[in-house]
């Protein structure tokens, strides 16, 4: 086994056992037309419009963008600016349900060869589904030919068990998105990457593919940050993905394993993109749970579904306590690229002390670096030390935060000093 540097945390998966269940299907919903990378999307209904589950309601002219669609049937209320957690603003399409989730008129899409394959792809909307929304037709694109396609299904930040209940509750749909995936893009062999502390995972794909030799089940030690892409690319092939390359520069693609899921399921359906299985977990829930809910779901209704302490909330996350995204409040809606929400009430800031230079953030580092150095050459901007650092490796794992001993947000101060140096 190929190992990178990695830390080991307490999984707290203590929805694992929790299948996932539906979420009754909300009054108001609100879908931005931006839930991915890319460009945003334009609004192509207008307030006052009646809308149907599926339909599409924004698409963009932009080479980099993907659709999006209404997972509700109703009347449009308004349509709103919306500010995005990176501080960005687009639009959003507010809805009235009628509670009756009336279908748009959709088939599967007519798939013949590759192109009409990333057109389906792209006209569903999806994106991967792992928490970086990299446009999946974009990335099933590539210039270079693929000889391997891994599925991620690591799934190693604590808390989050949503992927981990669609390989035990469809495991069938992940099996399918690979084999199209393989046929369309011409893809020899696959590899099916779990951390070994989903031994039901494993055993049950081991079972679908025991007739499939080329599509491997790879179990992954439960270190973090094994779903990191470079280090599970690295893990399962030995292959290292250089400052500045992707992995399709190394015949390589990598998909999200409710990404492979959903794409199967699109193409027998013709239903896009419109609901995400999120865990909804922390110590101010009282209920922890996996379920399923339409996409714009503000998340004050799934937490009061979860019976959480609202009130109480002092630490809301979208995303896993090591690379989520900290929530202004709880009227936000979930988006495409939700697979959890943690709501905390015993959060306290730690205070941040000076560095006693113990090292332990660079044997922490997955991929080397040296947080202390990048902090004081921040401090600095010096850019060309930045560069020299190799600064634009680091994958925001938060590793070094995690283990310093001083309490400083070494992480946070990573991608600080990422958007000094120019892009090229």
């Known amino acids: 086994m190929r190992k990178l540097n990695s830390i080991k945390l307490n999984h707290y998966k203590n929805t694992a056992e929790s299948a996932a269940v539906q979420f009754p299907v909300p009054s108001y919903v609100k879908i931005p037309m931006s839930m991915s990378m890319g460009a945003p999307c334009t609004p192509i209904v207008k307030e ?6 599926g339909q599409k309601i924004g698409d963009s ?5 993907t659709p999006v669609h209404s997972s509700v049937s109703g009347k449009v209320r308004n349509i709103c600016s919306y500010q995005l957690v990176s501080g960005l603003v687009c639009k959003a399409v507010e809805i009235d349900t009628d509670g009756q989730q009336t279908e748009a008129e959709l088939k599967p899409p007519v798939i013949t060869d590759k192109e009409s394959f990333i057109r389906a ?10 928490g970086a929304g990299f446009p999946t037709h974009i990335k099933l694109n590539p210039k270079n030919e693929i000889d391997t396609l891994i599925i991620n ?3 190693c930040e604590p808390y989050i068990t949503s992927d981990y209940r669609q390989m035990l509750e469809r495991p069938e749909n992940v099996i399918g998105g690979i084999r199209l995936i393989m046929k369309y893009m011409s893809i020899s062999s696959a590899i099916l990457a779990i951390e070994n502390n989903k031994p039901a995972a494993i055993a049950e794909f081991r079972k679908l593919t025991e ?25 399962t092939t030995g292959r290292v993905i250089m400052e500045n390359e992707l992995p399709s520069d190394k015949h390589i693609i990598v998909i999200n394993v409710s990404t492979s899921a959903f794409i199967y399921k699109y193409t027998q359906t013709g239903m896009p993109l419109i609901k995400r299985r999120i865990t909804i977990e922390g110590n101010a829930v009282k209920k922890p749970q996996n379920v399923i809910a339409p996409i714009g779901t503000m998340i004050t209704d799934l937490l009061k579904f979860a019976e959480a302490d609202t009130d109480n909330i002092q630490k809301l996350i979208s995303g896993g306590p090591m690379m989520g995204t900290c929530l202004f ?13 943690l709501a905390l009430s015993d959060y306290k800031e730690t205070v941040k002390n000076p560095c006693i230079r113990c090292g332990g953030c660079i044997r922490a580092c997955p991929m080397k670096l040296m947080p202390t150095e990048i902090d004081k050459a921040y401090n600095r901007r010096d850019i060309k030390a930045l560069e020299s650092l190799k600064v634009n ?28 140096i120019p892009r090229k």
């Open 393 to 420: 490796l680091c994958m925001n794992c938060g590793s070094c935060t995690y283990v310093c001993p001083s309490n400083r947000r070494l992480a946070e101060t990573n991608q600080l000093a990422k958007s000094l």
């Open 153 to 155: 299904a690591a799934e």
């Open 61 to 65: 002219d932009a080479f980099f963008s």
């Open 329 to 341: 409040s709880v009227d936000t809606p979930i988006i495409k690229t939700s697979n959890s929400i």
């Open 211 to 235: 007739n499939e030799p080329d599509i491997k089940v790879f179990p992954l030690p439960s270190n973090y940050p094994q779903g990191a892409e470079k280090v599970i690319i690295y893990s």
């Open 48 to 53: 006052g419009d009646t809308v149907l589950v």
């Open 121 to 130: 792809v792209r006209e569903s909307g999806a994106c991967g589904l792992g």
